[in-house]
T-cell receptor, first 115, second 108 residues
Framework: DGGITQSPKYLFRKEGQNVTLSCEQN?????MYWYRQDPGQGLRLIYY???????QKGDIAEGYSVSREKKESFPLTVTSAQKNPTAFYLC??????????????FGPGTRLTVT | DAKTTQPNSMESNEEEPVHLPCNHS???????IHWYRQLPSQGPEYVIH???SNVNNRMASLAIAEDRKSSTLILHRATLRDAAVYYC?????????FGAGTRLTVKP
């Protein structure tokens, strides 16, 4: 089955530790995205990548880092510099057409709790 | 950036039509109107999108005002599985900015 997988579903970390969230897609999509969602709010864009070995900051990139070494993988690292890391993290992918209007497919999300 | 305004919540009865409004008075000529929905504890899923003309697909219909300053997502017969948060989003390129959306409750 084609889709996006995120693991783990729940993640617990101590404050001061870096943590990496996994995102894999087998849809052969060029573009991938990371969003953050806080309770009762909409999604906010952290980083996005339109092609392998290239990525751009979104609205709230501070305290986060990404890599895009393979087309199917776009891991997100939440660093200790991120002041409020506890949130629901969502990964998405899309074909990546030139208009930027293509449908985004979302993974099931990872709920990160930092104490 | 152009913004959207949606009611915080709406209720509907099962098997009745639902009209979810969205205001976007500062929309630009190149902004497309997209709708996504998010079921509890899941990632959002695409519903529909349009530019100027009304659009229909298997999930819903999108009615766009002639001046494009507002739009309405129409679910023709709400089911319990349609209970979700519905997001109206203006897109001009890869940037998708989600607001808080409308939480739809469907009563049996």
């Amino acid at each position: 089955d084609g889709g996006i997988t995120q693991s783990p579903k729940y993640l617990f970390r101590k404050e001061g530790q870096n943590v990496t969230l996994s995102c894999e897609q087998n849809l052969n999509h060029d573009a991938m995205y990371w969003y953050r969602q806080d309770p009762g709010q909409g999604l906010r864009l952290i980083y996005y990548s339109q092609i392998v070995n290239d990525f751009q900051k979104g609205d709230i990139a501070e305290g986060y880092s990404v890599s895009r070494e393979k087309k199917e993988s776009f891991p997100l690292t939440v660093t200790s510099a991120q002041k409020n890391p506890t949130a629901f993290y969502l990964c998405a992918s899309s074909i990546g057409d030139s208009t930027g209007l293509d449908e985004q497919y979302f993974g099931p999300g990872t709920r990160l709790t930092v104490t | 950036d152009a913004k959207t305004t949606q009611p915080n919540s709406m209720e509907s009865n099962e098997e009745e039509p639902v009209h979810l409004p969205c205001n976007h008075s500062t929309i630009s000529g190149t902004d497309y109107i997209h709708w996504y929905r998010q079921l509890p504890s899941q990632g959002p899923e695409y519903v529909i999108h349009g530019l100027t003309s009304n659009v229909n697909n298997r999930m819903a219909s999108l009615a766009i005002a002639e001046d494009r300053k507002s739009s309405t997502l129409i679910l023709h017969r709400a089911t319990l599985r349609d209970a979700a948060v519905y997001y109206c989003i203006l897109r001009d390129g890869n940037d998708m900015r989600f607001g808080a959306g409308t939480r739809l409750t469907v009563k049996p």
